[in-house]
Nanobody, 125 residues
C-alpha cells in the first residue's frame, strides 16, 4: 500500500492550503482514513478523520471550523482543506488509511495500518 501526500508549503498566517493523499495498492477501502500532524519536538497528533462508511467525521478542537476532510474521490485520493492557517499549524502532515472500522471514526495513530511519508506545512506569522 502506498500513500502519497502532497500540497504542503510555506504560507502566511490566514492563508489556505489543500493537502491531497493518493492511495494505491491492496487496502480496505471501507475502513477509516485520516490526517495527523507532527510538529518539531512534539508527538504525532490527530487532525481529522472520516469513518469507513464516509458518514462520520471528527476534528481536533484546534482545527474545528478551519479544516475540512474530504473523502475519496473516484481515484481514492482524499484531501484536507486548511483555511485560516496559523503558525501553530506548522507541522509535517501525514495521511493514514485502514483505520479498522466501518462505523466509528478512529482518532488514534495506533488505529491506522498504513501511512504516507508526510508533507511539510510551514505557516509564518
Amino acid at each position: 500500500v502506498q500513500l502519497q501526500a502532497s500540497g504542503g508549503g510555506l504560507v502566511q498566517a490566514g492563508d489556505s492550503l489543500r493537502l491531497s493523499c493518493a492511495v494505491s495498492g491492496q487496502f480496505v477501502r471501507t475502513y477509516g482514513r485520516g490526517w495527523f500532524r507532527q510538529a518539531p519536538g512534539k508527538e504525532r497528533e490527530f487532525v481529522a478523520a472520516i469513518s469507513g462508511s464516509g458518514q462520520r467525521t471528527s476534528y481536533a478542537d484546534s482545527v474545528k471550523g478551519r479544516f475540512s476532510i474530504f473523502d475519496y474521490a473516484a481515484d481514492t485520493t482524499m484531501s484536507l482543506q486548511m483555511n485560516n492557517l496559523q503558525p501553530e499549524d506548522t507541522a509535517v502532515y501525514y495521511c493514514a488509511v485502514d483505520g479498522g472500522s466501518y462505523v466509528n471514526v478512529e482518532v488514534s495513530p495506533g488505529d491506522y495500518e498504513y501511512w504516507g511519508k508526510g508533507t511539510l506545512v510551514t505557516v509564518s506569522s
